[in-house]
């Protein structure tokens, strides 16, 4: 593909402390989080609301946050939770045990109510959002790991922002790849992309009835049947299901895209296209075999799509599996959590379906009462002075990815990456030099759960 250079003269802004990109989890907690400790925060966000996959993708759920004998998620997150709880944006007939305590429970929400709590909540703080923004350039030193500022483009034209912190929230490591920050990319450094997949909404259930067993062998037949009579495009066994979302509604997490790169837009447009038919499909097929779904009608599909894995950054740690399933804790943990390695099987065939039901139910899941920390380094691009990351672009391998991409686990890097870029202005430590054990027990004085009796000035390496 030849080159093209383009020249414009663009307006400068300048005044913040921080500017974080990226309104889903990591993004809004890390925003809010900073213009609570007094920094001046630009939040920018590519689509018209914050909340991310949880608001533009239509995955209406938080995964679990207890480990079944205490809440793990605290903070900023339990907070959001207990305020969606209070305004009535949970589902119908909600325990609040459910992330209080018990283990390997979700707590379902209504996306326009998540929407409205965090547009109030950002008022409240004080943080200035910028919907329909996207960052395209940066203004980067990644030789010495100083940001000063990002290009955007929105209705406006083009505009240049200066800061002196930088969280990158973006789920796809967007503004970190545009600095020069070392990055794995999936579909580019593997073979292999975990694909993804489009959800939606329906209306016209009947929650009193008995629901389709999504995961049994039972099921998975049904499935092979209605694909070899035409009726499904793809033989998918892996059927997530359809979960509650209101009296008579529900998001449906079903039908995977493979082989799509989120990092390229041809691929992308195609997936969206095919996530859309595949919906469709499903549809049929709840309908059909689905007692409480004789009526089901589809409300919408989501605008954004669910990718579970695109680009990771090269952080100062990299939290591997034999952290995992060692259980182990860290000095410099920004947070601990429970859930279980999520990772979907990465082509049809069937010995690949086999395979992967048997390691994700077999070898991987968790028990009550056990937990895994999330070390603060995974937050740092390798070198990096003043930026930052929260959420899916996270500094971990694989398979740990799969368990920390979720929502909650999102949440907690967000409040860490916010609060250590307040800490990093304030007193002139870098993110790679960070004095952690002021981070954590700044975060503890948020109410965060940080249970580990060591607490180390620097970061966790090895």
Same mark, same amino acid.
């Given at each position: 593909m030849s080159s093209y250079t383009l020249k414009r003269e663009i307006p400068i802004e300048s005044g913040?402390?921080?500017?974080?990109?990226?309104?889903g989890p990591g993004g809004y907690a890390a925003a809010a989080c900073a213009a609570r400790l007094g920094a001046r925060v630009l939040l920018l966000e590519a689509m018209g609301c914050l909340g991310g996959m949880g608001t533009s993708g239509q995955v209406c759920v938080f995964s679990p946050i207890a480990d079944g004998e205490k809440q793990l998620v605290r903070?900023?997150?339990?907070?959001?939770?207990?305020?969606l709880y209070e305004r009535g944006f949970l589902r119908p007939g909600i325990d609040p045990d459910r992330w209080r305590k018990n283990f390997n429970t979700w707590p379902q929400f209504r996306s326009e109510g998540l929407k409205m709590v965090l547009d109030e909540i950002m008022a409240k703080e004080g943080v200035e959002v910028r919907f329909f923004t996207r960052v395209i350039d940066a203004d980067a030193d990644s030789q010495n790991g100083i940001v000063r500022g990002v290009v955007t483009s929105s209705v406006e034209g083009y505009k240049y922002i200066e800061a002196k912190a930088f969280i990158d929230a973006t789920g796809d490591a967007i503004l970190s790849d545009i600095c020069g920050v070392q990055c794995r990319e999936a579909g580019r450094d593997?073979?292999?992309?975990?694909?993804?997949?489009?959800?939606?909404?329906?209306a016209g259930i009947d929650w009193?009835?008995?629901?389709?067993?999504?995961?049994?062998?039972?099921?998975?037949?049904?499935l092979e049947e209605e694909y070899k009579e035409g009726r499904f495009e793809q033989c998918d066994r892996h059927f997530v299901g359809l979960s509650r979302y209101g009296e008579s509604t529900g998001y449906m997490n079903g039908g995977h895209i493979f082989d799509l790169i989120p990092t390229n837009t041809r691929s992308l447009s195609d997936g969206m296209v095919t996530g859309r038919r595949t919906v469709r499909q499903y549809e049929a097929f709840l309908r059909k075999y689905?007692? /409480?779904?004789?009526? @089901?009608?589809?409300?919408?599909?989501?605008?954004? *799509?669910?990718?579970?894995?695109s680009r990771r950054i090269v952080g100062e740690y990299e939290l591997k599996y034999e952290d995992y399933i060692s259980r182990r804790e860290f000095p410099d943990q920004i947070g601990v959590f429970n859930y279980s390695v999520d990772i979907h099987p990465y082509d049809m065939k069937k010995e690949t379906y086999d395979d992967f039901m048997d390691i994700l139910f077999k070898t991987l899941k968790l028990k009550a009462g056990e937990r895994y920390g999330i070390p603060y380094g995974i937050l740092v691009p390798k070198g990096?002075?003043?930026?930052?990351?929260?959420?899916?672009? /996270?500094?971990?391998? @694989?398979?740990?990815?799969?368990?920390?991409?979720? *929502?909650?686990a999102c949440g907690m890097m967000g409040q860490a990456a916010g609060t250590a870029a307040v800490q990093s202005i304030r007193t002139g430590q870098t993110a790679c030099g960070l004095n952690t054990e002021m981070l954590v027990e700044?975060?503890?004085?948020?109410?965060?759960f940080l249970p580990q009796t060591e607490i180390s000035e620097s970061m966790t390496r090895v």
């Open positions: 913040w402390d921080i500017i974080v990109t990226g309104g903070g900023f997150m339990g907070e959001l939770i207990e305020t593997t073979d292999r992309v975990m694909p993804s997949t489009l959800t939606a909404l329906f009193s009835k008995e629901s389709l067993d999504f995961q049994s062998p039972e099921t998975v037949k049904l689905s007692p /409480n779904c004789e009526n @089901i009608e589809l409300v919408t599909t989501a605008s954004l *799509m669910g990718v579970r894995e990096f002075k003043n930026l930052w990351v929260a959420g899916r672009c /996270n500094s971990s391998d @694989i398979k740990v990815h799969g368990a920390i991409r979720t *929502m909650p700044s975060l503890r004085k948020q109410g965060a």
